[in-house]
């Protein structure tokens, strides 16, 4: 157990629906990161949040969001969902913006009908 | 550009070792990784090694850097069935990690 948590386990959404998955970091980690794992594009860094704040942005599109709020839990909005967003999302933690060690949740996994 | 290779699967017999391996393109990676990834769970870290190593040891786990070659592999002494898994390794690019493909080794018994 990582200590990273992620909720909810599974989903399962229509196109077009709008989701939102949620991270809750190691305790006393600052930095959340979301990655997407899918069968065609792999383990994709989608973005980083540290201490409330984005930090790094990676392949993640225009209809997806993420914030990191006051209590350091993050969520990743996903909109206009299409089929093609079907994938195991996860969430790491990290103690600092730029740190080695990143801790990864058991990750949500979205299918989009 | 960043881009990791890793072949797709590895197959070997409990007691044997395993070498996975991987190329990577940024010649600016600070730190390369292993990860390993079992059936319906996140991803575990299993150990890193800094650019200016060569190799490093924890326990059954043993790492070799090429930086030369932009080569990375992990052996695994004494491979046994609970290794089965998919075996990350990723880079440290700008700002981010890039992973390869994964390996998925099969340990039989």
């Known amino acids: 157990d990582s200590g990273v948590t992620q909720t909810p386990k599974h989903l399962i959404t229509a196109t077009g629906q709008r989701v939102t998955l949620r991270c809750s970091p190691r305790?006393?980690?600052?930095?959340v990161y979301w990655y997407q794992q899918s069968l065609d594009q792999g383990l994709q860094f989608l973005i980083q949040y540290y201490n409330g704040e984005e930090r790094a942005k990676g392949n993640i599109l225009e209809r997806f969001s993420a914030q990191q709020f006051p209590d350091l839990h993050s969520e990743l909005n996903l909109s206009s969902l299409e089929l093609g967003d079907s994938a195991l999302y996860f969430c790491?933690?990290?103690?600092?913006?730029?740190?080695?060690?990143?801790?990864f949740g058991p990750g949500t996994r979205l299918t989009v009908l | 550009g960043e881009d990791v290779e890793q072949s797709l699967f590895l197959s070997v017999r409990e007691g044997d070792s395993s070498v996975i391996n991987c190329t990577y393109t940024d010649s600016s990676s600070t730190y390369l990784y292993w990860y390993k990834q079992e059936p319906g769970a996140g991803l575990q870290l299993l150990t890193y090694i800094f650019s200016n190593m060569d190799m490093k040891q924890d326990q059954r786990l043993t790492v070799l850097l090429n930086k030369k070659d932009k080569h990375l592999s992990l052996r695994i002494a004494d491979t046994q069935t609970g290794d089965s898994a998919i075996y990350f390794c990723a880079e440290k690019g700008f700002q981010k990690l890039v992973f390869g493909t994964g390996t998925r080794l099969l340990v039989s018994p």
């Open positions: 790491a933690s990290s103690v600092g913006g730029d740190t080695n060690e990143q801790f």
């Open positions: 305790s006393g980690d600052l930095s």
